[in-house]
């Protein structure tokens, strides 16, 4: 089952190692956009001896090689997507859960066509998720 991860990382030339392959792991299956301290409070419990050092280091790596990307949505902390490619970002005000949202900047013809070359596009919203609202309506309706 880590098969994905193994070929990612080769892809990218980098060393497998099981640090790295949890990390993927993890950051496949919660695509909530984690920090660091949350996927070693996670990574932790099925490994006591793994030190918080090692995650960042190889959470740092992992977004050097371009394999993961970090976002400062949230304010003074980074948070980690598997998702490499351009897409938006949902961030709910309740349960600090950041979602992917797939809609395309219409704008970017416009800006290359002025002669810039896009690297990055970041397309943040904030709000209450679908799952924070559903809570308050039970919330008040009782
Ligand atoms: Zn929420
Ligand atoms: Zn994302």
Redesign the pocket.
Same mark, same amino acid.
């Given at each position: 089952m880590f098969e994905k991860y193994v070929k990612l990382l080769r892809e990218h030339s980098m060393k497998v190692t099981p640090q790295r392959l949890d990390i993927l792991k993890y950051l496949d299956e919660h @695509?909530v %956009?984690p920090t660091v301290e949350m996927i070693y409070m996670e990574l932790k419990k099925n490994n006591p001896s793994l030190s918080k050092t090692t995650v960042y280091n190889n959470v740092e790596t992992l977004e050097k090689h371009g394999i993961i990307?970090s976002?400062t949505i949230s304010g003074n902390e980074l948070r980690y !997507?598997? @998702?490499n490619d351009m897409?938006c %970002?949902f961030i709910c005000k309740r349960c600090g859960r950041?979602? !992917?949202i797939d809609i395309v900047c219409p704008n970017i013809g416009k800006v290359e066509q002025s002669g810039f070359k896009i690297e990055e596009v970041h397309g943040y919203f904030k709000g209450i998720c679908r799952d924070c609202l559903k809570k308050e309506e039970m919330e008040n309706g009782s």
């Open positions: @695509r %956009h990307q976002l !997507d598997f @998702r897409h %970002h950041i979602f !992917d």
